[in-house]
């Protein structure tokens, strides 16, 4: 296998290929987690479950620190002596305007999730608070609106950054002709054998966007299938949920068939404007004054208790909080981190290191932040009030029906529902069509970085995350989904060391030299200035 290095980026004799190495180890372990999950639903959850708590409680410390690691290695980068490295051509401007990139980036990155946990989260917190906070006091209402930001906050977004730049860095600095994250961790892998393990990378890789994107359809399917069932007065079904699968694998597959500019970009920016228009409605039409006093007080909680609660085990007591929440939201954002590391370079060609890294931060934040804060403001109101009894609803019906039943109390209820069913639809096509492109290019070969991977690899992608995600709705429980996360996130974790290895080789290697000279360059010339100086008062009378 040549090295992706040695292949000219812009030949244009180099047509893109599939990568059967890859294309067909990959699917053949999907179809075997997708199978027994579709014949055997129940053993087969019960196996997922029971490993998601024996991951979580042996290695919740791991997942803890690689948050916190995240966050500090975005710092450097952002921060440090490489952060005006461009990811591109030096006169070469971004290959996206700033509201585009953002669109793509938040819509592909969080799709429907904000809606299916934003106005159910909270609810679960009050009923298992934090920290041995009392059940049922002022507090644990306060700790229930600020741990879905944390959630949804700095280290997630910190998770995705981290990768992004050395595989940015890989296409538009090293020029590599792949879209591969194994190619962004060549400069930590060894010449020897490293096919081979570039090889079993691209598969965990492929094995984690497809845990998570399970995990996002397993979630938005169910939500879905409540709102259009509340929307129309019908009984909820395994009928209608997957009729919603088979409609969604359609429209996403449509958009992944016209491509990333003509179709992802255009379901993004549609996305965002009604993510705005959803916000803006809830904060008028509800108790504006409420949630952003809640807003603020929360913003505050999370700052002040941001490391506590970043590195909190509960080890004395062992409740089950930090494993079942904190330790599964890093694994979900872990498993993430191949699909849209790639998709955050592939569309950030022309900023700068330190632009890409606190763009993603920045952007991601401010757009979870609202979401959660006003969503999960509502619910909470929704609860002190007395008018909706949303924990009641959580307890009984699921969290699918308290997003739809607490959607349907705000005012114009039919119609607010309807506009917030539009909104699921898109951002849940979105974020599925982005899985399905990644995953295509990992199966591809000869890849120019401004190319796009064959139409029918596309179309084959989004239909196994239709079948994974069948079985996962076999099993109908929640546990079942949040599990499928947590193991396809474990083998991330070296990766995502290996990329950061590589990437502070590769700056060292490239610019290191320049920015030693510069730091050099000012030495002398501050030792010369004082010289210089000293020289002149000495000759003074």
């Not at 159910?120 to 934090?130: C, D, V």
Request: charged residues 15%; proline residues 5%; neutral net charge.
């Amino acid at each position: 296998m040549s090295d992706p290095a040695s292949i000219n980026l812009l030949d244009p004799q180099s047509e893109p290929q599939v990568d059967w190495t890859i294309f067909i180890p990959s699917v053949i372990v999907v179809l075997l987690c997708a199978i027994p999950l579709v014949i055997f639903p129940d053993e087969a959850a019960r196996f997922l479950i029971d490993s998601r708590k024996a991951i979580m409680s042996n290695f919740l410390w791991l997942y803890l620190s690689v948050g916190v690691s995240a966050v500090v290695f975005c710092l450097w980068l952002a921060f440090g002596r490489y952060a005006h490295v461009k990811l591109g051509a030096p006169d070469e401007p971004p290959e996206y305007s700033n509201i585009h990139w953002v669109a793509m980036m938040f819509t592909a990155a969080i799709g429907a999730g904000v809606i299916a946990w934003g106005f159910a989260e909270p609810i679960y917190y009050l009923q298992t608070p934090p920290m041995g906070i009392e059940v049922g006091s002022a507090k644990s209402f306060e700790w229930a609106h600020m741990y879905p930001l944390f959630h949804w906050g700095v280290i997630g977004w910190a998770i995705y950054a981290v990768p992004a730049v050395p595989i940015a860095y890989m296409l538009y600095v090293k020029r590599y002709t792949t879209l591969r994250i194994s190619s962004a961790c060549d400069g930590a892998l060894p010449k020897t054998g490293r096919g081979r393990v570039k090889t079993l990378i691209d598969i965990f890789i492929v094995l984690g966007i497809v845990g998570g994107v399970a995990t996002s359809l397993g979630l938005g399917v169910p939500l879905l299938s409540a709102m259009l069932a509340t929307l129309f007065d019908v009984p909820d079904s395994m009928l209608i949920k997957m009729l919603v699968l088979a409609f969604w694998t359609a429209l996403f597959g449509a958009s992944v068939y016209r491509g990333l500019k003509s179709g992802i970009k255009v379901l993004a920016d549609i996305n965002i404007a009604l993510a705005i228009i959803a916000i803006i409605f809830v904060l008028i039409a509800g108790p504006g004054i409420f949630i952003m006093d809640l807003t603020v007080n929360s913003i505050g909680l999370m700052f002040s208790h941001f490391v506590s609660a970043a590195t909190w085990t509960d080890p004395i007591n062992n409740g089950s909080f930090p494993e079942d929440w904190t330790g599964f939201y890093w694994a979900w954002w872990l498993a993430y981190t191949g699909m849209i590391g790639l998709f955050f370079a592939r569309i950030s060609r022309g900023r700068t290191i330190r632009q890409l890294v606190l763009g993603v931060i920045t952007w991601g934040c401010l757009g979870t932040w609202l979401f959660m804060a006003v969503m999960g403001g509502y619910s909470l109101y929704l609860e002190t009030t007395g008018t909706l009894e949303v924990k009641e609803i959580l307890a009984t019906q699921g969290m699918s029906f308290v997003n739809a039943l607490v959607i349907q109390s705000m005012p114009l209820g039919k119609f607010t529902l309807a506009m917030f069913t539009l909104l699921s639809i898109i951002f849940y096509a979105t974020s599925i069509d982005s899985g399905a492109y990644v995953l295509a290019s990992i199966c591809a070969k000869n890849l120019p970085s401004d190319a796009e991977p064959k139409r029918w690899n596309r179309l084959a992608w989004a239909g196994l995350l239709a079948i994974i995600t069948a079985g996962i709705l076999q099993s109908g429980t929640l546990d079942t989904v949040m599990s499928m996360t947590v193991l396809s996130s474990a083998p991330l974790i070296p990766i995502m060391v290996l990329l950061c290895v590589s990437l502070v080789r590769w700056l060292n290697e490239d610019f290191g030299e320049l920015v030693r000279h510069r730091e050099l360059a000012l030495a002398v010339a501050t030792h010369k200035i004082q010289k210089e100086t000293q020289h002149r008062n000495t000759k003074k009378p």
